[in-house]
């Protein structure tokens, strides 16, 4: 999982609470992605952020939020507007967005569950 | 539309016997060709990638796969399966939308069961 680390590994939320995933990489990485990861559908794009201050939707950004403050650093906070947010949460890097040929690099994960 | 496909939920190998992953997709413009590894409750490792050139992509773990434009596939190749080699694998094709935006689109996933 080479330089990026999530956090929690595993976190559990209650209705109606938002909840904010660590993502950190020290690969000096332009690019950031979240992906969202549900049995069977493969891994869907919710953010991504080519650099420092600015970041895009995904495909399924509704009731996610993100920034990019720090190159290393693109926290995804899960908000009570998440109808069904219990998933496995990968986020990912890469050089540079534009470049490409260029493979992502991904993290660990978090697995997210409601109760 | 821009899509990967993976027609095979599971793989089944013995060990020792070699192993194929298919993978087709559908793209505009140059395809640009990823296979990912998953362990359970890990994320994806990078195998190998097809960029232009050789038809056929060398990897990691003795991996390699064959991209064949006609048939825009992507197969993922071994030619001796081991155990360990057991994982979920993700096929993806990095697809250009309009105004630059380009994203990795991503196969469902097959399961490889590799076994003794």
């Known amino acids: 999982d080479g330089g990026i680390t999530q956090s929690p590994k595993y976190l559990f939320r209650k209705e109606g609470q938002n909840v904010t995933l660590s993502c950190e990489q020290n690969l000096n990485h332009d690019a950031m992605y979240w992906y969202r990861q549900d049995p069977g559908q493969g891994l869907r794009l919710i953010y991504y952020s080519q650099i420092v201050n600015d970041f895009q939707k995904g495909d399924i950004a509704e009731g996610y939020s993100v920034s990019r403050e720090k190159k290393e650093s693109f926290p995804l906070t899960v908000t009570s507007a998440q109808k069904n947010p219990t998933a496995f949460y990968l986020c990912?890097?890469?050089?540079?967005?534009?470049?490409?040929?260029?493979?992502?690099?991904f993290g660990p994960g978090t697995r997210l569950t409601v109760l | 539309a821009q899509s990967v496909a993976q027609p095979e939920d599971q793989v089944n190998v013995a060990e020792g016997n070699p192993l194929t992953v298919k993978c087709t997709y559908s793209v505009s413009g140059n395809p640009y060709l990823f296979w990912y590894v998953q362990y359970p409750n890990r994320g994806l490792q990078f195998l190998l990638k097809y960029i232009t050139g050789d038809n056929l992509v060398k990897g990691s773990y003795g991996f390699e796969a064959e991209f064949n434009k006609s048939q825009t596939s992507f197969h993922l190749k071994k030619p001796s399966a081991l155990v360990s080699d057991s994982a979920l694998y993700f096929c993806?094709?990095?697809?250009?939308?309009?105004?630059?935006?380009?994203?990795?689109?991503f196969g469902a996933g097959t399961r490889l069961a590799v076994h003794p």
């Open positions: 990912a890097s890469s050089i540079q967005a534009g470049v490409l040929f260029n493979e992502q690099f």
């Open positions: 993806a094709v990095r697809a250009l939308f309009s105004g630059g935006y380009n994203k990795l689109i």
